[in-house]
Nanobody
Framework: QVQLVESGGGLVQPGGSLRLSCVVT????????MGWYRRGPGKEREWVAS???????HYTPSVSGRFTISRDSAKNTIYLQMTALKFEDTAVYYC????????????WGQGTQVSVSS
């Protein structure tokens, strides 16, 4: 069973930057399309970005141009570089496999909290 450990969250002012990391165990980021997700206060979990084994990336429109997803095969880790952060980016961020039925995934890591506040 894939294990996921997210880190890198914190408190940042609007316009600031953070880089999130997700160490993946028992799955290879080289062959598995991986994604970042988030759950804001009072909201459902939503997909944020994904990266395929071929390094093809996709982003939800609200973060396109501000966030960059990447992966390090040697470390079996995926990253989310976040810039120009906004209040509405405040959420717990999670990583996991990405596929069309991602909402049925039952196993998630603990996530990492990102808080954007002045």
């Amino acid at each position: 069973q894939v294990q996921l450990v997210e880190s890198g969250g914190g408190l940042v002012q609007p316009g600031g930057s953070l880089r999130l990391s997700c160490v993946v165990t028992d799955a290879s980021v080289d062959v598995t399309t991986m994604g970042w997700y988030r759950r804001g206060p009072g909201k459902e979990r939503e997909w944020v970005a994904s990266v395929s084994g071929q390094r093809t990336t996709h982003y939800t429109p609200s973060v396109s141009g501000r966030f960059t997803i990447s992966r390090d095969s040697a470390k079996n880790t995926i990253y989310l570089q976040m810039t120009a952060l906004k209040f509405e980016d405040t959420a717990v961020y999670y990583c996991n496999e990405f596929h069309r039925n991602w909402r049925t995934i039952s196993t998630w890591g603990q996530g990492t909290q990102v808080s954007v506040s002045s």
